[in-house]
């Protein structure tokens, strides 16, 4: 009987043990899985700047007339304050801080959409 129990309890740690492996295993696959997709994934505010005029003036790495998105993101930290900031003057337009150029104002566009712009300009920030 004794024997039973014991036998029975080797099992059950057995068990546990092995189950706790998958779970670290599964986990890792859950990771690998969530950081490929933020690879892939296309941006909220990404979208948004493809559709509408930005690209006109801005490229993402080089000046055309106004700066590259990576120079903004160089220049401000991914803060709410300059999210907040960004946002205004995309939809206000603007001159001053990167030369004489004037930015055009885009007074259609929504402030969540705007802070959406101005998030994934931010996010190109070398870590
Ligand atoms: C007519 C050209 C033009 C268009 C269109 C344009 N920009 Fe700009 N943008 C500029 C110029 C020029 C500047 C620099 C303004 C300055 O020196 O204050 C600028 C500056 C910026 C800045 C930095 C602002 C700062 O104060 O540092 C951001 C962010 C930005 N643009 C985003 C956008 C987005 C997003 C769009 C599309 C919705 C857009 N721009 C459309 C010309 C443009």
Not at 26 to 43: D, G, I, L, Y
Not at 44 to 64: F, P, Q, R, V, Y
Not at 95 to 121: C, F, N, R, S
Request: hydrophobic share 45%; proline share 2%.
């Amino acid at each position: 009987m004794k024997k039973t129990i014991l036998g029975l309890g080797a099992v059950f740690i057995f068990m546990a043990s092995f189950s706790k492996a998958d779970l670290e295993k599964e986990k890792a696959v859950a990771t690998t899985v969530a950081a490929n997709h933020a690879f892939f994934q296309v941006s909220a505010g990404e979208k948004l700047i493809n559709k509408s005029d930005c690209l006109g003036c801005h490229n993402k790495t080089n000046k055309i007339i106004g700066p590259a998105y990576v120079e903004v993101a160089k220049k401000y930290a991914n803060t709410e304050k300059n999210v907040n900031y960004l946002a205004d003057k995309i939809i206000k337009g603007g001159t001053g801080v990167w030369g004489t150029m004037p930015m055009t104002a885009h007074a259609t566009l929504k402030k969540e959409d705007a802070k959406l712009m101005a998030k994934y300009i931010l996010s190109l920030r070398k870590k």
